[in-house]
């Protein structure tokens, strides 16, 4: 018989019996020689006490009283909680503790465990362990590491439909069982529980929440993972064998401070990682004990736990005696992503934790070889002076590790270069959730090591997070604002004040490209009044009844603090809040009235916005603890604070898991875009809640630059990289072509004398527009490069050249002028003549999960435009049959206006579907074979190979060959005419789009049928 028993129990304990190297012995619980009163099996420890401490060999009797102390620990869960209890029994296993048995009472460090040689450790695995406390229990699967019972699993049958391995987790969590509360004693020595019912696999800390719970793969496992047996024992080999175990207790299992409200205290909680954190930490540690390469690229999607990855490898760098003392410098790029970062590593109680608070506290460290772990902001190195002069830099040491957080931003300027240059011989590491390819700025040309294949040394995707349950997936639901423009009358008065202001044809080109860009668009009071309704419309009817809370996002502050207007009338004050970087400025002027200029509003939205606002938003912005509060008030879901508006701050390092609802505003493009709606993918669940998914609602249709924020292509990059050594032979060159403006100058004069000579030079506009264009390629090719140790000779020349340009480039400030005079009067002509067509509902969503259709793999992004030689075309044409020749030439016709961008890929497999359905009823009308086979390839598929673009997304390949398995499964004479089995086909069909997120696309499912319904 199947039943859990036989096929989970079974299969985990025969796995983990005949594991290679240190092996866990079998001994059924009714064989462990300890009552059912007993948590550990005092013999077994003992034993290992007597073994691992030299004094309590000596003296046995000393081992009964460290079990006699560790049971009054474990009786103390009562008093205390379970996870208290469970931090004070790890202090114990990790020989944090000593008692006076030595020599004259000395006083000895108690050793439970020998992490070091793991042989010298008992391994037991044992089922059905009876455990009577105050409610009896039998434990399905309990793991004894020295007497210990340091992991248990409950497993569930395999074979009923409705059970999952979360009616496994759920004895521990809840119900009649509850074992974290009934028998709670029991788990005070526990390191992990599992839970299965033997086709998925979890595993979590004591007093987890469901989605806290997380599998368990290898990162390298980047496709689907079906479900079933043989999944369940990989994850359990790979998770419970003894030296995964030791590690995670010796260097993962963390606890740390949660705040879950305002007003209420911390909440002590046990952290494990997942294993994405648990590998890449590891490795940052073995390549900085080999010593080489001194770099790695860690590339993980965004929420998936960057900041715990870097706690995991600083603690464990810094505890690794062999790399004596290290300092472990973690490196952010803005003060949000400091203050997450400070709060997860003092959460933590991270000893030896330095907050670098000043540049100048910066270099003081480095200089002074301070130890530890140093967290900053990239921006304190702006300070520092490079001294090429100065090989060594400010701290040579080799035990430095850097770990820069956000990698592909401002690391790469002169600030990364500066750091480089400060801490010549560190190791440094890049983690990033979002790099991008660009030659301008990559990410994998400065943390990515040659001898990693695609140059990361880890990766884990955002198809990876969400597959896993360690990120939601992401809805985009576009609402599309249409804005209806008066064009002839903007001309018509445009041309007016032109006229009356005696405008040159240079100044009103100036003033109509201001006017003109897209943020007054955008902020046209009628639109903003439009999307603020609409806004406040879906809140109310779909965030606030589900408990959770939304982000605004907007073009710019002046839009921050129209939209705060806009929706406090609508919500209430106290439920919006605004948080923004606001310039600094006088409140008052040097006569002690006011300053007005910098509080903004729109006059012709009659904004109430008062000053003592702006106040509290200049404060804001200044004080990093008030900013915390309301971040706290924010995520705590009793406190009225429901919409926080941004433009730019909090869309990165802001981890508020009630964050449902995103409201998109702004244009935003790549590794942005993707870092802005990943603030909703946090996993957030309460007794009342669950958020399955994360919503973003588009006013612009931003989703559609998802594609190439999400593309990758490690061809690409090495093309990049490679391309590097090229700009390399170019720059000597472009220099020289620089200088040459400045014949006989001596660039060694300083001052104003050195600034004219230069200036001489370049005496008319057209010599200066041509040094410009010229130290343009150079000042390209510069920031490509830098910052590799190549530049260093150049070094000199090239900010001689930069300070002249700087002193020569235009200003513009007759723009600015006319701007000044006449550009608010434009601003507001442009909003008179500027309406709110509808805001459209009708456009498909998309949903950004596992099976997304807008990713594509690297070897599909390989060439975009590429065209094919199509042999099946040649073949239709080449049949007499006009039908073919037809058909053919459809064919082409879609792939060029796929490849051109005319259509997208969906789009494309609809056209293609009609072409196959046609295709069929050609062959059967004419009796001869065009496209389909016998080797069983149905004419979809055929078509789809022959015919696909290069950029052709793998799921569209995907979707084709579900529908033509369906074909092959289901097909018989006259079905179509049957009772049952056109029901049954279109049953098939509509779990299957379904399974790719396409269910709701009903011209695809007609399609599909109609093509179905031709074949015989």
């Keep these: 018989m199947f039943n859990e028993k036989t096929v989970t129990e079974d299969g985990i304990i025969d796995r983990l019996k005949s594991l290679g190297g240190v092996k866990w012995t079998y001994c059924h619980g009714d064989s462990l020689p300890k009552k059912s009163q007993d948590i550990f099996v005092d013999e077994w420890l003992k034993e290992a006490l007597c073994s691992l401490n030299p004094d309590l060999k000596k003296q046995p009797d000393y081992a009964d009283e460290v079990i006699h102390k560790l049971r009054g620990l474990v009786l103390e869960a009562k008093h205390t909680g379970l996870v208290k209890a469970n931090e004070n029994f790890h202090e114990w296993l990790m020989a944090e503790k000593t008692l006076p048995f030595g020599e004259n009472g000395d006083h000895i460090t108690i050793n439970l465990i020998d992490f070091d040689n ?33 992991v248990v699993g409950e497993v569930k049958t395999a074979t009923r439909p409705s059970v999952t391995w979360q009616d496994g987790a759920a004895d521990f969590m809840g119900g009649t069982k509850h074992y974290w509360q009934n028998v709670q004693t029991f788990f005070v020595p526990n390191l992990l529980c599992f839970a299965s019912e033997g086709k998925t696999f979890a595993y979590g800390a004591i007093h987890a929440r469901v989605k806290d719970w997380g599998p368990w793969h290898r990162t390298e496992q980047r496709g689907d993972i079906l479900p079933g047996l043989n999944a369940v024992l990989d994850s359990a080999e790979g998770l419970l064998n003894p030296q995964t175990l030791l590690q995670l207790l010796e260097s993962f299992a963390l606890f740390s401070s949660l705040k879950t409200g305002k007003d209420t205290p911390p909440k002590r909680i046990k952290i494990l990682p997942r294993y994405p954190q ?12 080999q010593g080489y390469p001194k770099k790695g690229l860690i590339w993980h999607f965004q929420g998936s736990g960057k900041s715990l990855l870097m706690l995991y490898a600083a603690k464990m760098l810094r505890s690794d005696n062999a790399l004596n003392n290290p300092t472990v410098l973690i490196v952010v790029d803005r003060r949000d992503l400091d203050s997450q970062i400070n709060e997860t590593f003092g959460g933590a109680d991270v000893k030896n934790l330095v907050q670098v608070k000043s540049c100048k506290k910066l270099g003081e460290y480095i200089e002074q070889d301070k130890r530890g772990i140093l967290i900053t902001t990239i921006f304190k190195f702006q300070d520092i002076e490079v001294d090429e002069s100065q090989a060594d830099g400010l701290n040579s040491r080799e035990n430095i590790v850097v770990l820069v957080d956000e990698a592909h931003r401002t690391q790469e300027g002169g600030l990364g270069e500066k750091m480089r240059w400060a801490l010549p011989n560190a190791h440094f ?3 990033t959730g979002t790099p991008i390819s660009g030659i301008d700025r990559n990410t994998f040309k400065l943390f990515g090591a040659d001898e990693d294949p695609g ?21 985009f639901e576009p609402r599309l604002a249409e804005l209806r423009v008066d064009q002839d009358a903007i001309n018509e008065e445009f041309e007016r004040i032109a006229q009356e202001n005696n405008l040159s044809e240079d100044e009103k080109a100036t003033l109509s490209k201001r006017a003109g860009k897209l943020a007054v668009m955008l902020k046209a009071p009628k639109r903003m009044k439009a999307v603020s309704k609409d806004i406040a419309k879906h809140f109310k009817q779909h965030v606030l009844p589900k408990k959770m809370k939304g982000m605004v996002v907007v073009y710019d502050r002046e839009a921050c603090v129209t939209m705060y207007h806009l929706l406090g009338k609508r919500l209430g004050f106290d439920a919006v809040e605004v948080v923004m970087n606001v310039d600094p400025a006088p409140r008052v002027d040097k006569e002690g009235k006011k300053n007005k200029d910098w509080l903004k509003w729109h006059d012709e939205l009659e904004l109430a916005i008062k000053p003592e606002d702006f106040e509290r938003w200049q404060t804001l912005d200044a004080d990093d603890q008030l900013q915390k509060d309301l971040i706290e008030r924010y995520k705590d879901p009793k406190q009225p604070l429901q919409l926080i508006i941004v433009t730019s701050k909090l869309l990165t390092g802001f981890d508020a898991p009630i964050c449902y609802c995103m409201y998109l505003d702004k244009p935003l493009r790549d590794h942005t875009l993707l870092q802005a709606m990943c603030r909703t993918n946090r996993l957030y669940e309460t007794n009342e809640v669950h958020k399955g998914m994360g919503l973003i609602i588009d006013y612009l249709g931003v989703f559609e630059n998802l594609r190439t924020a999400l593309a990758y292509n490690p061809e690409e990059i090495d093309g990049v990289v490679e391309g590097i050594e090229a700009f390399k032979e170019l720059l000597p060159a472009q220099l020289d072509k620089c200088l040459t403006f400045f014949p006989d100058v001596d660039r060694s004069v300083e001052g104003f004398e050195g600034i004219m000579a230069a200036q001489d030079c370049l005496s008319t506009n057209e010599r200066r527009d ?17 910052p590799d140790p190549f530049l260093t000779p150049y070094r000199q020349d090239y900010q001689w050249l930069a300070q002249v340009y700087e002193s020569v480039r235009p200003v513009g400030q007759t723009g600015a002028l006319v701007w000044a005079a006449l550009g608010p009067e434009t601003v507001k002509m442009i909003h008179e003549h500027t309406d709110i067509k509808r805001i459209r509902r009708d456009i498909d969503e998309l949903v950004m999960d596992e099976h997304a259709l807008f990713t594509l793999t690297p070897q599909e992004q390989e060439q975009r435009a590429k065209r094919l030689e199509i042999d099946l075309m040649g073949r239709l044409r080449g049949h007499d049959e006009p039908k073919f020749v037809e058909l053919g030439e459809r064919l082409e016709k879609l792939r060029r206006d796929y490849e051109a961008g005319v259509i ?29 086979e016998e080797d069983n390839k149905q004419a979809l598929t055929k078509l789809f190979l022959e015919t696909r673009p290069d950029s052709t997304p793998k799921v569209i390949g995907d979707v084709v060959e579900a529908i033509d398995a369906i074909v092959i499964a289901t097909r018989f004479d006259g079905w179509q005419a049957s009772e049952s089995g056109p029901r049954l086909v279109q049953r098939a069909l509509m779990v299957t789009l379904a399974k790719f997120g396409l269910g709701k696309d009903k011209e695809l499912f007609d399609k599909a049928y109609a093509y179905i319904e031709k074949h015989y």
Excluded at 460 to 473: H, L, V
Excluded at 908 to 929: F, I, N, Y
């Design 118 to 150: 793991i042989e010298n450790n008992h391994f037991v695995i044992s089922r059905q362990v009876h455990y009577q406390a105050a409610t009896e229990a039998y434990f399905d699967i309990v793991l004894y590491i020295n007497g210990m019972p340091l």
């Design 455 to 475: 140059r990361y040394m880890n990766r884990y995707s955002y198809k990876q997070s969400i597959r896993d349950g360690a990120t939601n997936p992401v809805k």
């Design 904 to 932: 997208k890929a969906l789009d494309w497999l609809k056209g293609l579907l009609d072409t196959a359905r046609d295709a069929v009823q050609a062959e059967r009308d004419t009796g001869e074979k065009a496209v389909t």
């Design 278 to 289: 648990f590998e890449a930490a590891k490795q940052v540690v073995e390549r900085v004990k």
């Design 770 to 786: 041509e040094f410009a264009a010229c130290f343009g390629v150079l000042a390209k090719l510069w920031s490509a490069i830098s």
């Design 429 to 431: 590491y890049g983690l």
